[in-house]
């Protein structure tokens, strides 16, 4: 993947991508690099054949011929977690001269309309003989000849234009756009995510992937209780998700049986908490299939009467693994401001019947005890009928591209 030759690239734009958090990685480093860089590989297939390459914090993207979608990349590489800023530029030879001609050519549409601008330049190739200071003055000063129109402003122009004088060439560009931040999806390993049609689980994987786990997903599903439309709904929330989670795994549960023995079994002030014992416990077991070593869920303190600490105390008793529950000290604008960014909020608000609403108590039971669920379980075989939901899984494969 790592091209060391001097050449200049000779396409006619080309992406700069800084990575970011994991920089400060020391020894670790090339380790999160080389998953950074295999993500950006990857991500970049449905548009076409790029070259890759890094060198110094910054990866390089070169289209190998027309056919690539350069916008469809520019996008779909915003949600790469681990890169801080992204800049689409043109690459020239490292020479004063050359700089100005690429700025000519790449930026005049962005020259013409504006009306103030300064240049800044980096220079981190220290064999280049002008400072960067004297750089940006050379280019400057030819930039306002060409362009009468245009006037200098240090303080706040509308336009920057940068040049970099990096390793294999210079480069010219105007427009960063913030990258996804956080650390490569993959390099803190690998999570168990509950999956449900609402708001916040969503939002819960998006914020985990971005300190770099990857998940697999479960969702619990109870046919003909909740509908095929609620299932697809889910999947089409994962696949949202996917840009920026990668590759994933939904294990779609069936749940149906395991909900039809609570109702017999459960008194029904409890029915919710035995249930998300339940989910817990075979989640754990999907874990342990898959190598996973924690589980995430989007509960929010508070938000229902399963979601009190005593509620959590009671689902977390059941299973070794840490939960993780990013979104739980959220208010619900907060993580619909995410889901909005995220662009999973208007699948999240269709209307749809989730397995929690089917078979909601009257009276939930908001402060119950471990040792009352205990005694409430001895009145059915769980194991068996985890083992049972657990042997009849479905697994579907969602990819960024689907
Ligand atoms: P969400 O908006 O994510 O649906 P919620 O506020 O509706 O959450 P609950 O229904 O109590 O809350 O669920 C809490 C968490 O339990 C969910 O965020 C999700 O992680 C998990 N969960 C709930 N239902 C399911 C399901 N059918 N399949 C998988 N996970 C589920
Ligand atoms: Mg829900």
């Known amino acids: 993947m790592q091209k060391l030759n001097t050449d200049v690239p000779v396409v006619p734009e080309m992406f700069l ?12 480093r090339k380790t999160f690099e080389q998953r950074l860089m295999g993500n950006l590989q990857r991500r970049l297939y449905p548009y076409g054949q790029f070259r890759t390459y890094s060198r110094q914090s910054i990866a390089y993207v070169e289209p190998m011929n027309e056919d690539c979608d350069l916008d469809g990349a520019w996008e779909g590489m915003q949600k790469i977690f681990g890169f801080a800023s992204l800049s689409r530029a043109r690459a020239c030879r490292k020479d004063k001269d050359a700089f100005f001609e690429a700025v000519k050519n790449y930026l005049h549409e962005d020259l013409m309309n504006a009306r103030t601008f300064k240049v800044e330049s980096k220079r981190s190739d220290k064999h280049f003989p002008m400072t960067s200071i004297e750089l940006s003055q050379y280019v400057g000063g030819l930039i306002a000849e060409a362009y009468p129109h245009l006037t200098v402003d240090v303080h706040n122009p509308e336009l920057v234009v940068h040049l970099e004088v990096r390793d294999f060439a210079g480069y010219v560009h105007a427009n960063a756009a913030q990258g996804a931040g956080g650390l490569p999806v993959g390099s803190a390993g690998r999570a168990v995510a509950l999956l449900s049609g609402g708001l916040d689980s969503p939002v819960a994987c998006y914020m985990m992937a971005k300190r770099g786990l990857a998940l697999e997903m479960v969702h ?48 029904e002030p409890y029915f919710t908490i035995a249930m998300r014992r339940y989910m817990m416990r075979i989640s754990e077991m999907v874990a342990d299939r898959v ?10 303190l508070g938000q229902v009467a399963s979601q009190t600490m005593e509620a959590m105390e009671c689902t977390g008793a059941v299973c070794r693994l840490p939960v993780f529950r990013p979104v739980i000290g959220m208010d619900k604008e907060e993580i619909v401001k995410i889901a909005r960014k995220i662009g999973t909020f208007e699948t999240s ?39 049972e939901a657990f042997d009849h899984i479905e697994r579907i494969q969602i990819r960024p591209q689907d």
Not at 19 to 28: I, Q, R
Not at 232 to 239: P, R
Not at 291 to 300: N, W
Not at 355 to 368: N, Q
Request: net charge negative; aromatic share 10%.
């Open 17 to 28: 991508l800084k990575m970011g958090e994991l920089v400060l990685k020391g020894l670790n």
């Open 220 to 267: 619990f599903f109870s046919y003909p209780y909740t509908s095929e439309e609620a299932k697809e709904k889910v999947l089409d929330l994962a696949k949202l998700i996917s840009p920026y989670c990668g590759r994933l795994t939904v294990n779609i549960v069936p749940f149906t049986s395991i909900q039809e023995d609570l109702r017999r079994n459960c008194p």
């Open 291 to 300: 190598g996973a070593h924690a589980l995430v869920t989007g509960e929010s």
């Open 349 to 387: 608000i269709l209307p749809y019947e989730d397995c929690c609403t089917v078979f909601t108590p009257r009276h939930p039971r908001t402060h119950p005890k471990v040792s009352e669920l205990e005694e409430i379980e001895k009145n059915y075989n769980w194991q068996a009928l985890c083992q």
